[in-house]
Structure formats: C-alpha cells, structure tokens
C-alpha cells in the first residue's frame, strides 16, 4: 500500500502475534518501521492508511496506518477471522465452518455485521475481483465457491470448483486457484460457469499465491522457497 507517498508492504505475521509495516520504497533494502500486536494475525487487506487483519479467533482488527512508525487499533470485531477481503464499505471474512460474514466497514471504529453466508467448504481463504462484484473463496473441504457479492447484504454462491483449494487470487477474469499443490487458472468472466484454462504444474507443493500485474509469486511448502510466475499468457 501507499501512504505519504512512500511504498509499504504488510505482514501478518501469526507466529509473533504482530501486524508488521515494512518500508519497501527502496526494494532491495526494505525496511521494518513499525509494528502492533493483533494475536493471532493470519491475513492482512490494506486500502489506503487503513489496515484489516483477520486474527482467527481474536477476530478482525481495524488498524490506522496514515503513521506507519506508530500504527493504531481502531477497533476489534470479534468474530472468528481466518482471512480478509475488502470491497467497497464492506469486508468479506472467511471463517473456516462457519461460512462467510460480510462486515459493514463505513465507520471503522464501529464495524457492524451485515449478514453471513453459509457454504459447505471450510472457507479459509479469498480474493475479490477488482470490480468488487465477484469472491473467489478457497476451502478445505468441497472446494472452491465463485460469490456474488455485487450486493453485500445478499452475497450468493454461483458455482463452485470441485477440489481442495487453500488460496486464491484474481487478476481480471482470471481467477488462479492453489488446489492439489498446483495452481488452477480458472476463466471466471461467467462467474456462474467458471472454465478451466490450464493447470501450472509446481515442481513441489503450491501453497499459497498472490499477484501484482502480470506477475505471480507462488509459495512451495517443501522448499520453503517461492517462484515467480510471468501471467502475461495465462
């Protein structure tokens, strides 16, 4: 995220309880310049100098980072988080067997619940189109469920993509999903009828991934080691 002009990166980082702020305006010299505890942080979502942390069963926190150096907690939502997604005034949490809540973010010091929608995954992941319109919500169990979520207070499976997925990201109409260690390049330009584009098969274990322009940084739980992926010809 950007904040005064400078370029941050976010890490939720579980294992130290913290929310931590890295300065990466010089990329091949980041640097750590601020941090705040959370519990259990599993994902973070920036938009702007506002931080969304999904902390599992410590719940969502709403974090001001407008000061980098001294972050602050607006507000904890309690309610079981094991990721974030953000669109528009509302956050989409995944919240493993309980489905999905969408939270009503206008007043960040006082988040609100506006519904929840049950799916029979463990939704532990997800990713929201540019457009706010469409989720792709990874789970352990059935799978992978495309949500329309064009209207937040009636978010609504359209389809769902057999296999056991555990991230996802969404780049236009292209949704690439980590199933079965691999990643699944999905055509969800239809969300109601998503199409398999081609498969990137990973040398290892895929396990989780994320995209910034044509590009893709894929991690590899045996390795231990992450890859970069050219999307320029998904």
């Given at each position: 995220?950007?904040?005064?002009?400078?370029?941050?990166?976010?890490?939720?980082?579980?294992?130290?309880?913290?929310?931590?702020?890295?300065?990466?305006s010089t990329?091949?010299?980041?640097?750590?310049?601020?941090?705040?505890?959370?519990?259990?942080?599993?994902?973070?979502?920036?938009?702007?100098?506002?931080?969304?942390?999904?902390?599992?069963?410590?719940?969502?926190?709403?974090?001001?980072?407008?000061?980098?150096?001294?972050?602050?907690?607006?507000?904890?939502?309690?309610?079981?988080?094991?990721?974030?997604?953000?669109?528009?005034?509302?956050?989409?949490?995944?919240?493993?067997?309980?489905?999905?809540?969408?939270?009503?973010?206008?007043?960040?010091?006082?988040?609100?619940?506006?519904?929840?929608?049950?799916?029979?995954?463990?939704?532990?992941?997800?990713?929201?189109?540019?457009?706010?319109?469409?989720?792709?919500?990874?789970?352990?169990?059935?799978?992978t469920d495309?949500?329309?979520?064009?209207?937040?207070?009636?978010?609504?499976?359209?389809?769902?993509?057999?296999?056991?997925?555990?991230?996802?990201?969404?780049?236009?109409?292209?949704?690439?999903?980590?199933?079965?260690?691999?990643?699944?390049?999905?055509?969800?330009?239809?969300?109601?009828?998503?199409?398999?584009?081609?498969?990137?098969?990973?040398?290892?274990?895929?396990?989780?991934?994320?995209?910034?322009?044509?590009?893709?940084?894929?991690?590899?739980?045996?390795?231990?080691?992450?890859?970069?992926?050219?999307?320029s010809n998904?």
């Open positions: 995220t950007e904040v005064g002009g400078k370029k941050y990166g976010l890490i939720a980082n579980g294992s130290l309880g913290l929310l931590q702020i890295i300065d990466i990329p091949s010299n980041p640097q750590l310049v601020g941090s705040i505890s959370t519990g259990s942080a599993l994902d973070v979502m920036a938009i702007g100098s506002t931080a969304y942390v999904s902390a599992n069963a410590q719940g969502l926190a709403i974090i001001d980072i407008s000061n980098p150096n001294t972050p602050r907690i607006l507000s904890n939502k309690g309610v079981t988080a094991r990721a974030v997604g953000v669109a528009g005034n509302s956050a989409l949490l995944a919240q493993d067997s309980l489905g999905i809540e969408v939270i009503n973010i206008s007043n960040p010091i006082a988040p609100t619940t506006i519904t929840t929608l049950k799916n029979q995954s463990a939704s532990t992941h997800l990713a929201i189109s540019a457009d706010s319109k469409t989720a792709v919500v990874a789970g352990t169990s059935r799978g495309i949500v329309d979520i064009s209207n937040s207070e009636y978010p609504k499976i359209l389809s769902s993509i057999p296999d056991t997925s555990v991230d996802a990201a969404i780049s236009g109409n292209i949704a690439y999903i980590v199933a079965g260690g691999d990643v699944k390049v999905v055509d969800i330009s239809q969300p109601a009828n998503p199409v398999l584009v081609t498969t990137l098969v990973t040398p290892n274990i895929a396990s989780g991934i994320a995209i910034s322009g044509s590009t893709a940084v894929v991690s590899d739980t045996l390795s231990g080691n992450v890859r970069i992926v050219s999307l998904p």
